[in-house]
Antibody, heavy 116, light 110 residues
Framework: EVQLVESGGGLVQPGGSLRLSCAASGFTFSNYEMNWVRQAPGKGLEWVSYISSSGSSIYYADSMKGRFTISRDNAKNSLYLQMSSLRDEDTAVYYC?????????WGQGTLVTVSS | QSALTQPASVSGSPGQSITISCTGTSRDVGGYNYVSWYQQHPGKAPKLMIYEVSKRPSGVSDRFSGSKSGNTASLTISGLQAEDEADYYCSSYTSSNTRVFGTGTKVTVL
């Protein structure tokens, strides 16, 4: 069974940093592209970032460029999102999702709250 | 990277068909056949309903169908059921190698 489990969310002050993790199981992680998608409370979905199966191709939404860094460790079956210079508007549930042309598998999400 | 435009809400009676539109530009929806649709119930993770404009993942009811014309994609739900009441989001690949979601549509079953 495919499982994606996010962790690392929590309360952080504006300007702070946080590292999210996504542990993958039930499939050959190194064969699949991965993404981060977020959803602010009561709002819609927002795509955050993409990383290719090898990690050689990486893309970000404009509002995250320069502040967020996506990475993966295929040996550990894990996806990461390093977030810095966090703003109030980054408060959201962050999901990891597998796929390229469609995100078939999603984690349950981890809540990041940016507040003083 | 502006969000794709969807109607805020669509409603229908059980058994009816409804269609949700998703309008973008030639740099996203109109330029690629990488449009997908997601269903999200409150407090749950999104579920993929359609990918590559009109393909259904295994296990998704054939009451859900997708299409595209120019810069607008559409999701049609036929034989509307109470369990279809949810938020729906479209998504597209873009010319910048990024992805963009739609604004979301709340479907209400009357």
């Amino acid at each position: 069974e495919v499982q994606l489990v996010e962790s690392g969310g929590g309360l952080v002050q504006p300007g702070g940093s946080l590292r999210l993790s996504c542990a993958a199981s039930g499939f050959t992680f190194s064969n699949y592209e991965m993404n981060w998608v977020r959803q602010a409370p009561g709002k819609g979905l927002e795509w955050v970032s993409y990383i290719s199966s090898s990690g050689s191709s990486i893309y970000y939404a404009d509002s995250m460029k320069g502040r967020f860094t996506i990475s993966r460790d295929n040996a550990k079956n894990s996806l990461y999102l390093q977030m810095s210079s966090l703003r109030d508007e980054d408060t959201a549930v962050y999901y990891c999702a597998r796929g390229y042309s469609g995100f078939v598998y999603w984690g349950q999400g981890t809540l990041v709250t940016v507040s003083s | 990277q502006s969000a794709l435009t969807q109607p805020a809400s669509v409603s229908g009676s059980p058994g009816q068909s409804i269609t949700i539109s998703c309008t973008g530009t030639s740099r996203d929806v109109g330029g690629y056949n990488y449009v997908s649709w997601y269903q999200q119930h409150p407090g749950k993770a999104p579920k993929l309903m359609i990918y590559e404009v009109s393909k259904r993942p295994s296990g998704v009811s054939d009451r859900f169908s997708g299409s595209k014309s120019g810069n607008t994609a559409s999701l049609t739900i036929s034989g509307l059921q109470a369990e279809d009441e949810a938020d729906y989001y479209c998504s597209s690949y873009t010319s910048s190698n990024t992805r963009v979601f739609g604004t979301g549509t709340k479907v209400t079953v009357l």
